[in-house]
């Protein structure tokens, strides 16, 4: 089924705020609740047809409280996510709910080489953008350098 970016935002931000007042209902400070939105860099890109980009759309279907930020991508940002996410799946440092079906079915049967018409590759990058961003530290710089032949900033 196919959504409209409208329908999308509201079913995204009716979790989040669900997520937040639970935790503010379990004694979390609302102020403790934080949440930050990551998108690849496609939402900043202006739309003529609707005359905005889709990050603004975002910000006036929430009313201003979701602000999204850009996800760094260069050479091997693929390979390097992919990685990052098997690390910390070994390491046990991340958890796939059962009723994640898409995840799950991702992490099963995605191949080692991503294409751009593989099915698994949207849900790969939607999880993959925000742990990129989130344990940068964890990200190996030599996953860069081996693609791009170039030395990205060694203090993230």
Known sequence: M????????????????FW???AISKGLKSSEVNFRHWSDNSAFNY?????????????????GDV???SVFKGAGSVDARTNLMRKL?????????VRCQALVDCMTNVSTKLH???R?????????YALMNEVMEDVPLYDYKAQSGRIISTTW
């Not at 739309?47 to 009313?63: C, D, E, M, P, W």
């Not at 799946?89 to 709910?97: M, N």
């Not at 698994?120 to 993959?128: G, N």
């Open 116 to 118: 751009a018409g593989e």
């Open 89 to 97: 799946l070994f390491e046990k440092r991340i958890v796939i709910s």
């Open 47 to 63: 739309k003529a047809t609707v005359g905005a980009t889709q990050a603004r759309q975002v910000l006036q279907i929430t009313n």
């Open 2 to 17: 196919e959504l409209t970016l409208q329908e999308f935002v509201e079913r995204c931000w009716g979790r989040v705020k």
């Open 20 to 22: 937040r007042d639970y």
């Open 120 to 128: 698994h590759k949207h849900v790969l990058d939607a999880v993959t």
């Open 67 to 69: 602000r999204l930020d």
